[in-house]
């Protein structure tokens, strides 16, 4: 028993330990919440797009620097802004499908961006931290931004909880109630870029779309209305994230990946238990 | 009511000598295919008019002009004396199959929704919403299933959680689109007989509806049209093997009895020729 407690306890003895699981928590709630619109309205694409077009700034933001990371979250977020309004305007005015159209901008912004790394010396690390995110390194004053922003994400999808639930349900009702329909598209849009440069350090750009998805997916499955979907979203990521951090630290996996990978594995059990259920009820004999 | 937040509207007051809609020279195309040529008419409150057409008549199209989500080419739309953008009065019940039954949403959720336009931004429902929403609710027979998630009700229970919208909405115009569409008989009857009541209650309904049975034997008046406008006014009127023709064409069949006019219909496909080609 009192080796149980110590092996649970051990790794959050070091700060970069806690450090670590604080911003996995920030960002597993940032992206449930966000993550819920995003299942629910079919943006997967357009977010994994997003996270992967805020390179180049961040590229940028690095060699100005010289290869300070304390300025890069600033980056990021200027770029992500600037970048889901860019993609508001591009997929309206498209003549091709939305999402080549957006396929063939983020991918050329993203090449830009490894492009751009690629020119200092010792990029491999750099852009590894970037891709696949380095939690177990972020600082206290990263800790505090992503604190901060994580937390104007969930107060504004509270503020406008009922404005963003009826855009997503049914845009037409929205039109009718003369709703500001593109606003408040931009305005989640935007939310969703924030929360990437918050998630940033967690997971990384190429994990970004599992931390959005996967819970979201998860808690959609066990619940039947959207705060629950949320709430339940939240929980998974924290436990996934707890996990996640123990397996990091005595399997030595990287962490990222190591999150990532219980957010799946939550998935897959949710998913086999549902169907089960669900066999069974429409197999039971009717009354 | 605290409405003053950027972005967000205010409503329009209704005109007390205007008509609840008066629709004039309306024309629209998409493309370069006309959608609606020549539209006009107008709606006295509290009427209940059915709009007959095949398939691509416009008869969406016209919808979403009045409800103001369309913008026309040409004429103009008038509700209660002002154009449809600002108004949050007018309830559009789209067609059921374009709505996306897996969301996670109650029945009451969905009710609730039509009181954003009143609630206002950055405020919650109060007691008085909670309470319009499930006498809206009971209105339509729906209270006993407002916590059930949308998925699980039947097709007449989910076009009449729309009505109970609408109520909530404290809509003064309703447009349905085909409502009666894949429902059987008791279903339609039910949704019938509210949209009377709502009649009786000053509610101006149009309806989208393939079915010129239902059109002929439950509304006050039909407006028929396929791209251009054939005719409007009380079935016994306005149903005659021309106009049927010009509508429906090769889909329709009409036999002259002693006792009426037998309309005998195709279900599918599109309609004839429109009347000025």
């Given amino acids: 028993m009192h080796e149980l407690i110590h092996w649970l306890l051990e790794p959050f003895q070091y700060t970069f330990m806690l450090r670590a699981l604080a911003a996995v928590w920030i960002a597993g709630c940032a992206c449930s919440v966000i993550g819920a619109y995003v299942v629910l309205r079919g943006m997967a694409f357009l977010g994994d797009a997003l996270a992967h077009a805020i390179l180049p700034g961040i590229a940028v933001g690095y060699l100005v ?39 063939i901008f983020l991918a050329g912004l993203f090449a830009l961006g490894i492009a751009l790394i690629s020119t200092l010396r010792d990029y491999a690390v750099d852009l590894s931290h970037l891709l696949f995110g380095n939690v177990l390194s972020v600082s206290g004053y990263d800790l505090g931004l ?55 350090q967690a997971v990384g750009i190429a994990l970004m779309l599992a931390l959005l998805v996967t819970p979201a997916a998860t808690a959609y499955l066990v619940t039947r209305r959207l705060p629950a979907m949320m709430a339940v979203a939240c929980l998974s990521t924290t436990l996934s994230g707890i996990l996640g951090l123990y397996l990091s630290f005595y399997a030595s996996v990287a962490a990222g990946p190591a999150v990532v990978l219980v957010c799946t594995m939550f998935f897959i059990i949710t998913y086999l238990a549902t169907s089960l259920r669900r066999r069974r009820t429409e197999s039971a004999p009717v009354p | 009511m605290s409405r003053h937040l950027p972005f967000f509207s205010e409503h329009a007051d209704h005109e007390a000598a205007a008509d609840a809609l008066t629709v004039s020279g309306l024309c629209h195309h998409y493309g370069n295919r006309p959608s609606l040529k020549d539209v006009t008419f107008s709606i006295n409150r509290g009427e209940r008019v059915a709009v007959v ?59 609730m929704m039509g009181r954003a336009g009143e609630i206002g931004p ?146 599918c496909c599109s309609g004839g020729n429109p009347p000025d080609a």
């Fill in chain 1, 65 to 103: 620097s010289g290869g300070l990371t304390s300025g890069l979250f600033w980056w990021g977020m200027g770029t992500a802004i600037a970048a889901s309004l860019g993609i508001g305007t591009v997929s309206r005015k498209s003549r091709l499908k939305k999402d080549t159209t957006i396929g």
């Fill in chain 1, 146 to 200: 992503m604190a901060g922003f994580g937390l104007l994400v969930l107060v504004a999808v509270g503020l406008f909880y009922k404005e963003f639930l009826i855009i997503s349900f049914d845009p037409v009702l929205a039109r009718t109630l003369r709703l500001p329909v593109r606003v408040l598209e931009s305005a989640l849009l935007i939310l969703l870029a924030i929360t990437i440069v918050v998630s940033l």
């Fill in chain 2, 53 to 111: 057409g095949p398939n691509g008549a416009g008869k969406s199209t016209l919808f979403q002009l009045i409800a103001g989500i369309l913008e026309p080419d040409a004429g103009t739309i008038s509700i209660y004396g002002h154009r449809p953008a600002r108004h949050f009065c007018i309830a559009y019940v789209v067609q059921r199959s374009q709505v996306d039954w897996s969301f996670p949403v109650t029945v009451s959720d969905v009710v």
């Fill in chain 2, 122 to 267: 950055l405020r919650r429902p109060g007691r008085t919403d909670r309470e319009k929403v499930d006498r809206s609710l009971a209105d339509v027979g729906l209270y006993e299933l407002r916590n059930r998630r949308i998925r699980e009700l039947s097709g007449g229970q989910q076009q009449r959680m729309f009505i109970a919208r609408a109520l909530a909405q404290e809509a003064t115009l309703m447009l349905m689109d085909e409502p009666f569409n894949g429902l059987d008989f008791q279903s339609q009857r039910a949704i019938l007989d509210i949209i009377d009541t709502l009649g009786e209650r000053g509610v101006t309904i149009l309806v989208a509806t393939h079915d010129l049975d239902i059109a002929a034997r439950r509304f006050e008046r039909v407006l028929l049209l396929n791209t251009g406008m054939i005719g409007i006014g009380p079935a016994a009127e306005l149903f005659t093997a021309g106009r049927i023709q010009a509508a429906f064409g090769q889909h329709s069949h009409t036999i002259q009895l002693d006792d009426g006019l037998l309309i005998v219909q195709d279900s």
